[in-house]
């Protein structure tokens, strides 16, 4: 039996975001992101950790269907905020999906906040690398 990778992708999806939504806040996006993250490009690319350049991003999820947030991650599919993100969280990052364009990046990843355990979509746009896309990390 063959499995259709959309409903793979929202069985994938369901068993990793789970933990409870936290109060709503939104990222710190008056300062944009630091104009050198050389350092940052180089160490993430090995391992696929990495962190955000601003405090209090938004980890989100949709509680009542988990499979919406998963076809176009966007701050309305995603209503849900699981918690706020910081600087110093270690990111593991499981895959990468075009949805909502933030500061000019189209992607969205699905990850792991190893600092406070939990599972979420947050904008590439926040996360502390050069390019939109995330180097050896595989489309959701």
Same mark, same amino acid.
Do not use: K
């Given at each position: 039996? &063959?499995?259709?990778?959309? +409903?793979? %992708?929202?069985? /994938?999806?369901?068993? %990793? /975001? #789970?933990?409870? +939504? ?17 350092? +940052? +490009? ?7 950790? !990495? ?7 938004? %980890? ?7 499979? #919406? $947030?998963? &076809? ?11 918690? &706020? ?5 270690? %990111? !593991?990052?499981? $895959? ?28 590439? !746009? !926040? ?14």
């Amino acid at each position: 039996m &063959r499995l259709d990778p959309r +409903a793979a %992708l929202a069985v /994938l999806t369901a068993a %990793l /975001l #789970t933990g409870s +939504a936290a109060g709503q806040a939104t990222a710190d996006s008056h300062q944009g992101p630091p104009r050198d993250r050389t350092t +940052a +490009a180089r160490t993430a690319a090995a391992d696929r950790m !990495y962190h955000t350049w601003a405090t209090d991003v938004n %980890l989100r999820a949709n509680e009542a269907d988990q499979a #919406t $947030c998963s &076809r176009y991650p966007s701050v309305s599919t995603c209503p849900d905020v699981r918690q &706020r993100v910081q600087p110093h969280h270690q %990111l !593991y990052v499981y $895959c990468q999906q075009p949805g909502q364009t933030v500061g000019g990046n189209p992607y969205w990843v699905l990850v792991n906040d190893y600092t406070d355990s939990n599972t979420g979509w947050l904008a590439g !746009y !926040y996360i502390d690398y050069p390019d939109d896309r995330l180097p050896d990390v595989p489309d959701c």
